[in-house]
C-alpha cells in the first residue's frame, strides 16, 4: 500500500517544512524550497500543515500506486498525466491502484509537489520527516529518490467531502522575470552608497549555479565600504549574501548555518517561491521593503491560504447547477 517510484526524475526527494532547532549543531533546516505551493498541495487534501511531500525539480518523477489514494500536484507545470491521459494540477485527484502517474519536464516553473492523502510512511528524524541529502539524514535513506524505491502509505484515506470543491485556478511562475522585496541587512553597512543603489537598481540574471543550497546570480558588481568579509553568523532563509566577487548569492533551504561574508538584504518570506521557481537566464531585481511590511504580506498570504480552504470547503457550483435543474424537472413533471 503506497507508491513504486518507476523514474526518479532529476532531483526528487521527501520533504516537509524542515528540521528546525538543530543549526547550532551544524545541521541545516532543508525542508521544503516552495513553502506556498507545498502549503496548497497539502490544503487541497485537509492533510496537516506539515505533512511531507515529494518535490521535484526541472523533470519529475514517474509514480506507480500500489493502492487507492488521492493526491494534489502543485508548484510549476509539469504537465502531469495518469496512465498517459492528462489531468490538471492544483486539484484533489483520486487514483486507482496500479494508476501510473507521469510528470515530465517543467513547462513553467522548476519545482513542483506531490501531497498524498494517505501520508508517506517515512520516519521522523529529529522532528522532521525531510531529506537533507548534505547530511544523508531524513527522507527516504538520506537521498534523492531512485528507479525501484517503495513507500509505504501511513495511512487508509480514500475519502474528502466536497470532493468537486477541491480546485484552484493558478498559474504563477510562467514569467521570465521576478521582483523580490528585501529587508536590507543585517550587513547592508558593510556596503557603499553606490554599492546599495546598484544592488537595489540593477538588474540580475539567475545562473547555473542554482540548487538548494542557494542561487548565484550574475550582474553588476556590489561594491563594499571597504571588505564584505565578517566574522561568520547565521543565515536565514533568503539571506543574500555578497562575497568578494560583488555578485549576489540568495541562500536557500540547504543553506549552511554560518557564513563568513556579509548579508547586503534577507529576501521577504513570501517572495522566495518567486525564485525557486526561476530557470537559468531569468532575471531577478530587488526592492526594498521594511520588517513591517514583511510582516503584513506574511499575514495577507496566511489570509489567502485561508480563503482557498474555504472555497474548497463549499459545494460545487456545478453539482449546485444539477440539483437546481433536477428540481426544476421534478417540478415541470409534478405539475
Do not use: W
Amino acid at each position: 500500500m503506497g507508491i513504486r517510484i518507476l523514474k526518479g526524475g532529476m532531483l526528487t526527494t521527501v520533504q516537509d517544512l524542515g528540521r528546525t532547532g538543530y543549526q547550532s549543531q551544524g545541521f541545516s533546516v532543508a525542508g521544503v524550497m516552495d513553502v506556498r505551493s507545498f502549503k496548497i498541495a497539502n490544503l487541497l487534501l485537509d492533510n496537516p500543515e506539515n505533512e511531507a511531500v515529494l518535490e521535484f525539480t526541472l523533470i519529475g518523477p514517474t509514480l506507480e500506486f500500489t493502492s487507492a489514494t488521492i493526491i494534489a500536484i502543485t508548484g510549476g507545470d509539469f504537465e502531469p498525466t495518469v496512465n498517459g491521459e492528462p489531468v490538471p494540477m492544483y486539484t484533489a485527484l483520486y487514483i486507482n491502484k496500479g494508476d501510473v502517474l507521469k510528470l515530465g519536464s517543467a513547462k513553467t516553473g522548476s519545482r513542483g509537489y506531490v501531497a498524498f492523502s494517505s501520508y508517506l510512511e517515512i520516519p521522523v528524524v529529529m522532528g522532521s520527516r525531510c531529506t537533507n541529502m548534505k547530511s544523508s539524514l531524513g527522507g527516504f535513506k538520506g537521498r534523492k529518490l531512485l528507479a525501484g524505491d517503495y513507500i509505504n502509505f501511513r495511512i487508509k484515506r480514500r475519502y474528502l467531502p466536497f470532493f468537486l470543491s477541491r480546485k484552484l485556478d493558478l498559474n504563477e511562475f510562467d514569467q521570465m522575470s521576478a521582483e523580490l522585496r528585501v529587508v536590507m541587512g543585517p550587513q547592508d553597512d558593510k556596503f557603499s552608497r553606490q554599492g546599495i543603489e546598484t544592488f537595489l537598481n540593477s538588474e540580475y540574471t539567475v545562473t547555473s549555479d542554482f540548487d538548494r543550497m542557494g542561487c548565484r546570480l550574475e550582474g553588476p558588481f556590489i561594491a563594499p565600504k571597504e571588505t564584505s568579509d565578517i566574522i561568520s553568523d547565521g543565515i536565514s532563509f533568503g539571506s543574500v549574501q555578497v562575497p568578494s566577487h560583488g555578485k549576489p548569492i540568495i541562500l536557500l533551504s540547504d543553506r549552511q548555518t554560518t557564513g563568513g561574508y556579509a548579508k547586503i538584504a534577507t529576501v521577504a518570506s513570501v517572495d522566495i517561491p518567486k525564485l525557486v521557481q526561476r530557470k537559468t537566464d531569468h532575471k531577478i531585481r530587488f526592492r526594498a521593503i521594511t520588517v513591517q511590511e514583511a510582516q503584513k504580506l506574511y499575514l495577507d498570504e496566511v489570509k489567502e491560504l485561508d480563503a482557498m480552504r474555504r472555497a474548497i470547503h463549499q459545494p460545487c457550483r456545478e453539482v449546485l447547477e444539477c440539483r437546481l435543474v433536477a428540481k426544476r424537472l421534478r417540478t415541470l413533471f409534478e405539475q
